[in-house]
């Protein structure tokens, strides 16, 4: 991708110049918050949304002069599930075979394996109306996947998922890339999701990408352990700037950055560093309310590059929604 726009109909500027590669048989990831221009990004890429400019490749075909080949070599698992509730989980394969031309034994086979891949051969005879949440997931997996993509696009796939569903998403997204070689594009507001299964991954924010690399090499950006402290009175932007230049002061810490109630503050030994922000802030009259140390995290480069952290909106569950037991 190159020098990627996307501006909608009003004017807005929802993909703002962005560039980057893609590495065949890797997880790329691909974060930011809720109307970053994740979305906007994947639907141009899997041909659903026209660019404004730039130029994109997708699986070694030019997004404008071959969209139709891109289509055949890709899956796509949206934020939404695409299934047929009056079907059942092996209908719903079987439909998503024949629309990618699979008939006969290839397909029954094929349909056969996923199942199995996906752990619903037991249920696959059930009606999908009456799977749960994580079940469809799945069931909508393995539809992407009929077809053998060589890429597969993931748009925020575990989002409301609970944590058990969640993991098992992973594994067999793990299990895809190392065992079959597809190449996965992932979008999420999940961090701990990036962390765990990419290799690669960019940051995008209002439409821009703003940092980029493993998640290794992003979390060592940061120089050090986080250090977050509360404040009292920490919404106050001049309590803030003040207790920043107090801490950047101290020798060993490498950059101090604000967050909600307080700041944070990155030192490569934390743990002796600690004591004297403390004595420091308290000498100056800043008292503190909370504090932490952890290892760096993709949500503290977040938080370094936007000035804010990631909060994935709380989606809201059916209650009704039947399990099947």
Aim: charged share 25%; aromatic share 4%; net charge neutral.
């Amino acid at each position: 991708m190159e020098n990627l726009v996307v501006v909608y109909g009003d004017g807005t500027r929802a993909v703002d110049g962005i560039s980057f590669d893609v590495q065949e048989k890797g997880i790329f990831g691909f974060l930011g918050p809720n109307g970053a221009g994740k979305s906007t990004t994947i639907k141009t890429l899997t041909t659903l949304l026209r660019k404004t400019s730039g130029r994109v490749s997708v699986a070694g075909f030019d997004l404008d002069e071959s969209p139709s080949k891109i289509r055949k070599a890709i899956g796509v698992l949206s934020q939404e599930t695409s299934l047929d509730v009056d079907l059942t989980g092996r209908e719903n394969l079987r439909l998503q075979g024949r629309l990618q031309q699979l008939h006969g034994r290839a397909l029954e086979d094929r349909v056969d394996e996923l199942l199995r891949m996906v752990q619903l051969d037991e249920v696959a005879g059930r009606l999908a109306g009456r799977y749960s949440g994580g079940m469809r997931k799945r069931l909508d997996l393995a539809s992407a996947l009929i077809h053998n993509p060589k890429v597969l696009f993931l748009d925020e796939p575990t989002t409301g998922l609970d944590a058990q569903s969640r993991a098992a998403i992973w594994e067999h997204l793990e299990g895809l890339n190392r065992k079959d070689g597809i190449t996965i594009f992932l979008t999420t507001q999940y961090l701990e999701e990036a962390d765990r299964l990419c290799g690669q991954l960019s940051i995008i924010d209002h439409g821009k990408l703003i940092a980029g690399g493993s998640p290794a090499e992003l979390k060592a950006t940061l120089g050090g352990d986080a250090i977050t402290m509360g404040l009292k009175g920490g919404t106050e932007a001049p309590l803030k700037s003040k207790a920043k230049a107090i801490i950047i002061a101290i020798q060993g810490v490498t950059r101090v950055v604000e967050s909600d109630g307080g700041v944070v503050a990155y030192a490569k030994d934390a743990g002796q560093t600690v004591a004297e922000i403390v004595t420091s802030l308290d000498r100056n009259g800043i008292r503190i309310s909370s504090l932490s140390i952890s290892s760096p995290t993709l949500d503290d480069v977040f938080l370094h590059e936007t000035g804010r952290r990631i909060r994935p909106d709380e989606l809201s569950r059916r209650e009704t929604e039947p399990f099947l037991m």
